[in-house]
């Protein structure tokens, strides 16, 4: 009923940008906070950067500045704009969402995770 998908990932050089969208659907009631994750092959899955509703941020130490989360409630949408890649950010970047969609007429909450998106930075 409802559903994340991520777009905007791919193959960067080093020292190159992307910006990774991940988007709401469905019955949406509401979206509270908007995360999002990554697995490198052979690691465990790490928090990137999270977004509340109102739009506090915060970052996980690795970013050093270089990731800029932001969120578009009007489109049910977060962005993750990535800059200063490097090689150890190959990984698949997930998005995860605390939201409410309607079902009849109530609505149930619940965590939610999109398919991932697979990010590549070259050497």
């Known amino acids: 009923q409802v559903q994340l998908v991520e777009s905007g990932g791919g193959l960067v050089q080093a020292g190159g940008s992307l910006r990774l969208s991940c988007a709401a659907s469905?019955?949406?009631?509401?979206?509270?906070?908007m995360k999002w994750y990554r697995q490198a092959p052979g690691k465990q899955r790490e928090l990137v950067a999270g977004?509340?509703?109102?739009?506090?941020?915060n970052y996980a130490d690795f970013m050093e500045g270089r990731f800029i989360i932001s969120r578009d409630n009007t489109k049910n949408t977060v962005y993750l704009q990535m800059n200063s890649l490097d090689p150890e950010d190959t990984a698949v970047y997930y998005c995860?969402?605390?939201?409410?969609?309607?079902?009849?007429?109530?609505?149930?909450?619940?965590?939610?995770w999109g398919q991932g998106t697979q990010v590549t930075v070259s050497p």
């Open positions: 469905g019955r949406i009631y509401s979206i509270g906070s």
């Open positions: 977004i509340t509703r109102a739009g506090t941020t």
């Open positions: 995860n969402a605390d939201l409410s969609y309607f079902t009849g007429a109530r609505y149930n909450s619940g965590n939610y």
